[in-house]
């Protein structure tokens, strides 16, 4: 049954009434420097799974708990190393979530089961706010439908969920556009579960150790009857555009070239297509506009998206050809 969706703003009296509708058990969707989250109260088991049934999510897909001050990680995680203390320092509040093992006291709902909890600090100040408010950790996944581009704006948000939660923060768009990148701190080695901008190589400048990298991340497709995710994003399709989507991929000159012959080829028999081609090595911006890029283009009901691969030798590239490869189900077309 549909509900009424308040739609509020960052003023100081509005996060309050967002900060009360989290204590009392409800769900709001956020904006933080990464994506837009759908946020309840960490500990509260029956408001966690009111963030699933809104979003249509899968049970066993682990959720991000987000804190308002680096120390609350305690309350949430067991054994934390000087590792992650060091990685602490650096990284937060910023788009970097650290896996550890989890206390007793996080509730299945948050994980998705595990053992483990995925934490970070959001470097966005009504984020902040709204936690501080809520005097509690807040679990928050991207505030959109189940397998839709995350939002990096308010209008996103409104779209997918209006009617399904009780309130939305519209905010400031996303200056990141991408999710945070996820690293497993359980294990000897660190590994990165979904990656993002900060990357293999910014997290081994500060530990001092190599970092692995998912092997998931690394195949083109992922057997997902094979894999209970530690991470969101690891296993079922995510970031899908209405359209079908196909990556054109090799080098540079060819890809342009390609990419065109398609576009007219499909225009030729009446399809309207849109085209996501960024500049060779701008990977941030890439990072700022995907998500965004493909909702336009929903918007404008094309029948076809065509997208150039970037370079997955770089971090930041690598973290947007993942999300790419999803978006696209894995369709691709090499020249």
Not at 96 to 114: R, S
Not at 117 to 136: E, F, K, N, Y
Request: proline residues 5%.
């Amino acid at each position: 049954m549909d509900m009424k969706t308040k739609i509020l703003t960052t003023s100081e009296r509005d996060i309050k009434t967002a900060a009360g509708i989290i204590k009392s058990g409800g769900i709001v969707a956020f904006p933080t420097e990464t994506v837009y989250g759908l946020g309840a109260n960490a500990f509260a088991a029956q408001a966690v799974q009111k963030i699933y049934e809104a979003k249509g999510r899968p049970c066993d897909n682990p959720m991000i708990v987000h804190i308002a001050r680096a120390s609350d990680i305690s309350q949430l995680a067991l054994g934390i190393t000087k590792s992650m203390v060091s990685l602490i320092d650096v990284f937060w509040p910023g788009p970097l979530t650290l896996v550890a093992k989890k206390k007793p006291e996080v509730p299945d709902e948050t994980t998705g089961g595990l053992d483990t909890v995925a934490v970070r600090m959001p470097d966005s100040a009504a984020a902040l706010s709204l936690i501080r408010g809520a005097r509690c950790p807040i679990a928050a996944p991207s505030a959109n439908l189940s397998g839709r581009p995350s939002p990096t704006k308010a209008a996103h948000v409104i779209e997918d969920l209006s009617g399904k939660i009780d309130a939305v923060v519209a905010g400031e768009d996303c200056r990141v556009g991408i999710e945070s990148t996820v690293i497993d701190m359980t294990g000897e080695t660190p590994v990165i579960l979904r990656p993002g901008l900060v990357t293999a190589d910014d997290v081994k400048a500060v530990i001092g150790v190599d970092v692995a990298i998912d092997p998931s991340l690394l195949k083109k497709e992922v057997d997902h009857a094979l894999l209970h995710p530690k991470s969101p994003g690891m296993k079922y399709k995510h970031y899908a555009p209405k359209a079908e989507m196909l990556i054109v991929e090799g080098r540079r000159g060819k890809v342009a070239g390609e990419i065109g012959r398609l576009k007219a080829e499909n225009e030729r028999i009446g399809r309207s297509v849109g085209v996501i081609l960024f500049e060779e090595k701008a990977f941030r911006e890439a990072a700022h506009d995907f998500f965004a890029r493909l909702r336009e283009l929903d918007g404008e009901g094309v029948d076809l998206i065509l997208a150039g691969a970037l370079s997955d030798t770089d971090g930041v590239g690598f973290a947007v050809m993942n999300r790419m490869l999803k978006s696209a189900g894995y369709n691709i077309a090499r020249v």
